[in-house]
């Protein structure tokens, strides 16, 4: 469909918002917002030249007279540039595409929605906007780009002319310098495409990879949309080809659901795992399923994760697939860091998503195990835990308090290079559960049906309380978890004494606990 009056409302970005958000989560400029930025996290700038555009308001977050010309903003400060029906008005566009692209780090994109020439009325023709300087095509850009700049990827080049558009849409991708120029919006689109919502937390997107590396096999393109987190988690995994990191604090639910139904039409197979787990086998305190009684919730909750995952995936009886992969890089350094202890070495995660599994022992754990010569280093937010110390013996530091001093990929490919594993529910068992090294897990809210079922060589310790397994994810300070008189933790794992758990570590490795000097 070409240019309507009639049809025209002027708040052009409003037609392909859902469109650009994946290129602009991280951020960045809206150039030319008038009274509505595309996306709210963006910075908005606009002239200044009027003061309302079709009755409404223009609120631009900074006033900037030229749009070419922006030497407020220091080189590669921004993570991306958004610009809609903006560059057919400036004089010099040659100049302003060169000002934002000077402004985009690498890895960024520039993203151009522009009425097309041919769907919408050209300079002098009868409709024309009066303001119009240029008459653009798609092609014209792209030449402009392919002799202005040296490294990029063409990642988007769709006329839209359908509904009530009559533009076109370009996403350019700043690559490093030495990338050179790639059109792969011309390249051959995959026979079939997935996509993977996760929005959970670190370990659970690794529930996610399994379903990825299924649908991978059977020959799907495979994308995933992740919080923060866990995309860090997926990143390198190459089962996935794209991974969408979707930040917590833009969209609300509302244009959640809208964005998700918008992304689901691009796709052959639509796995949406949002509530997969939460809503069924682990209900929050704002659902009716966390207050019914215990024995009922173990009958309705007392179900695999990864049987349910899969189920939505409708790949039910496929293999688990569940594996962290670390770069080269990453695997090289926690490999030199293996090799500066001696002996066995064994990590240690305390902690997980909440109070509710911290593990009071976890210090004296660490000295029962250095009485038998074996190294123990331990990860990830111990904010839930008391005052941590190294432990020493004869004189030799053999419990070592990493925290979060490492990044976490770092952590987890150090995980897997330790002769041993101790951990609760948390992102590091997660990430060794199907890896060869002897483990020990202590179980908070979940049973051993739930999460540790087919794990490999794995003891899973499930406490005997009485509101064990809880099935239920305990926010608000933990408020409806059975605390433990003597160490304040949650009941269940203030049971798994470090004498339990040292004896199983030291009994998988072969070794004995020697008294102290």
């Not at 040659?94 to 000002?99: D, I, K, M, N, V």
């Not at 849409?169 to 030495?178: D, P, S």
């Not at 995980?415 to 609760?424: K, N, W």
């Amino acid at each position: 469909m070409t240019w309507d009056p009639r049809t025209s409302s002027g708040f052009e970005s409003d037609k392909i918002r859902f469109e650009v958000f994946p290129y602009l989560t991280k951020g960045g400029l809206d150039i030319g917002c008038g009274p509505s930025k595309v996306w709210a996290h963006l910075i908005g700038i606009d002239s200044g030249k009027d003061t309302q555009l079709f009755g409404v308001r223009m609120k631009p977050d900074m006033v900037l007279p030229d749009a070419a010309n922006l030497g407020i903003f220091a080189t590669e400060s921004m993570e991306n540039v958004f610009s809609s029906h903006l560059l057919e008005h400036i004089v010099d566009w040659q100049g302003a595409l060169r000002e934002w692209w000077r402004l985009v780090k690498p890895g960024g994109h520039v993203i151009l929605y522009l009425p097309h020439r041919d769907l919408y009325p050209r300079i002098g023709q009868p409709g024309a906007n009066t303001d119009h300087k240029h008459d653009f095509e798609p092609e014209q850009i792209a030449d402009f780009c392919a002799l202005a700049f040296a490294d990029w990827t063409l990642l988007e080049n769709q006329t839209r002319g359908e509904g009530n558009e009559y533009s076109f849409l370009q996403v350019w991708r700043k690559e490093a310098a030495g990338t050179g120029q790639r059109r792969a919006c011309d390249e051959p689109k995959p026979a079939k495409t997935a996509g993977i919502v996760r929005l959970g937390g670190n370990g659970d997107a690794l529930w996610a990879a399994s379903v990825a590396a299924n649908l991978h096999t059977a020959g799907y393109a495979v994308t995933v949309f992740a919080g923060k987190n866990g995309a860090d988690v997926l990143r390198h995994d190459p089962h996935i080809d794209r991974i969408i990191d979707m930040p917590g604090n833009i969209l609300d639910e509302s244009e959640l659901l809208a964005f998700f139904a918008h992304q689901a039409a691009h796709y052959d197979k639509w796995v949406n795992l949002i509530g997969s787990v939460e809503g069924r086998l682990l209900p929050h305190q704002s659902v009716g399923e966390f207050y019914l009684p215990q024995a009922v919730r173990h009958t309705l909750m007392n179900h695999n994760y990864l049987d349910m995952v899969h189920g939505y995936a409708e790949i039910t009886g496929a293999p688990v697939r569940q594996t962290f992969y670390p770069s080269d890089k990453e695997r090289d350094l926690a490999k030199q860091l293996r090799a500066d202890l001696p002996g066995p070495v064994v990590l240690i995660s305390p902690t997980g998503s909440g109070p509710f599994k911290a593990w009071p022992h976890a210090q004296e754990c660490m000295r029962l195990l250095a009485l038998a010569g074996v190294y123990t280093v331990m990860v990830g937010d111990l904010k839930h835990l008391p005052d941590l110390d190294m432990v020493k013996v004869h004189g030799i530091d053999y419990g070592h308090i990493v925290g979060q001093e490492w990044p976490l990929r770092l952590a987890l490919a150090y995980a897997l290079e330790c002769d041993a594993v101790i951990a609760t529910e948390s992102v590091f068992a997660n990430a060794v559960a199907y890896e060869r090294m002897p483990k020990v897990v202590m179980l908070s809210h979940s049973s051993n049906e739930n999460l540790t079922r087919d794990w490999i060589n794995t003891a899973a310790l499930e406490a005997p309380v009485a509101c064990h397994p809880c099935h239920r994810i305990h926010n608000a300070g933990a408020a409806f978890c059975a605390k433990d008189t003597n160490t304040g933790a949650a009941a269940c794992m203030a049971h798994y004494g470090p004498q339990m758990v040292a004896d199983l570590i030291l009994q998988a490795l072969g070794l004995r606990q020697q008294k102290a000097a």
